[in-house]
Each structure stands twice: as structure tokens, then as C-alpha cells.
């Protein structure tokens, strides 16, 4: 017998409570959704004031933890520019 494919899957959703700021972390992490190597697909979009994703992985499990760790620190990093931004507004 052949060696069965895994596949892995998850969603993600973080609720900003703002549709800016969704909206620019959204637009911060989805240029690295494409291009993608074979058997990994990442799909993020904001709704109202929510950035939602999606990670399906038939490369393994270090792939697919490696992709979402990718992902989360890049929703981390948008985030706190984003919030530097409004306090560098709200001072200027």
C-alpha cells in the first residue's frame, strides 16, 4: 500500500471590533497567500470587523504548523503597525 495523504485544515477568525483595522491587517497578509507550493492553499478576507482564514495542507504537519505560525505572525505584526498608526494620529 502507498503511503495515505494527510490533509489538515483550519480557521482562523480575529475579531479587531473595527472594520479599518481588519481590513489593513487583511490587506497586510493576503499578498503571501500566492503564490504557494503544491498541496498548501491560504485564504484570508475580512468581514465587518473580523479577519477570517483558511489553511489546508496536504504537505505534513510541520508544513501546515510552519504556514499557520507564518500566518499568525504576520496578523501580529499588521496588527501592532496598525495600532502604532491610530496612536501616531491621534498624537499628530
Known sequence: MGKAEVKIEAKIMVDFGSVRTAEAV??????????????????????K?????????SRGVKTFLSTLDDLLAGVQTAEKAVEMVKGETRKG
Open 26 to 47: 487583511a490587506s497586510a497578509v493576503s499578498p503571501d497567500n500566492r503564490p504557494l507550493p503544491r498541496g498548501l492553499k491560504v485564504e484570508t478576507w475580512r468581514e
Open 49 to 57: 470587523g473580523k479577519l477570517l482564514g483558511v489553511v489546508k495542507c
